[in-house]
């Protein structure tokens, strides 16, 4: 079981950067896959991206491409999400979540999910 920690969300402006943070702990990470996902009322949960924990192989989708970047430290068990010129269709809540594979986290099937950070845009 791992367990994980989102924070780092806030209200920002439009154009603005943003940092999340999710912290895991609870087993060893090494064979698995983290990645973030957001979700509005109303909507499904939509992955954005996510990395293989030991060998650090990302995997973007477009909508995102170009404005965020995703990092890990093995020695903290920590992933970032680095966000930037963020706009007010970002607004969502932030998850992380952890599963045996980038396959399975982009069908939603993670071992563990974070509780989530809310980040808000303004315009």
């Known amino acids: 079981q791992v367990q994980l920690v989102e924070s780092g969300g806030r209200l920002v402006q439009s154009g603005d950067s943003l940092n999340l943070t999710c912290t895991g702990s609870g087993r060893n990470l090494t064979y698995g896959a983290m990645g973030w996902f957001r979700q509005t009322p109303g909507q499904e949960r939509e992955f954005l991206v996510g990395?293989?924990?030991?060998?650090?192989?990302?995997q973007y989708m477009n909508s995102v491409k170009g404005r965020f970047a995703i990092s890990r430290d093995l020695t903290k068990n920590t992933m970032s999400l680095k966000m930037d010129n963020l706009k007010p269709e970002d607004t969502a809540v932030y998850f992380c979540a952890f599963g045996e594979s980038l396959y399975k986290l982009r069908r939603r099937q993670p071992e563990s999910w974070g509780q989530g950070t809310q980040v808000s845009v303004s315009s």
């Open positions: 990395i293989t924990w030991s060998t650090g192989v990302p």
